[in-house]
């Protein structure tokens, strides 16, 4: 049984690493690490930009729009990471 959706590339390019990480984590926090793992892939991608694209401005700092994306970038990365906290806790039951 395929539990993928076949409509979605990224699970036929990732299929390796979904596969390691949803047996060891579970099915939501392994797909969220998987996400974690592109992510930091993205962030390193654009730090090397940055570095060929520095600011007139204020020399030695990576032009605006690169700044922008990073710290976009950083954000999604703290929001993921806060909802494999939360995914981590036991139910609770009240």
């Known amino acids: 049984m ?17 596969e390691h990480f949803e047996t060891m984590m579970g099915v939501p926090r392994g797909r969220l690490a998987v996400t974690m793992d592109m992510i930091t892939d ?7 930009h940055g570095v060929y694209c520095q600011s007139q401005r204020w020399p030695g700092r990576p032009v605006l729009d690169v700044q922008i ?13 806060s909802v494999m906290e939360e995914l981590k806790k036991p139910d609770v039951e009240t």
Do not use: C, H, W
């Open 69 to 81: 994306v990073m710290k976009s970038l950083t954000d999604a990365k703290e929001l993921i990471q």
């Open 42 to 48: 993205a962030m390193a991608l654009v730090g090397q």
């Open 2 to 18: 395929l539990r993928y959706n076949s409509n979605m590339p990224v699970f036929d390019e990732k299929r390796e690493e979904l």
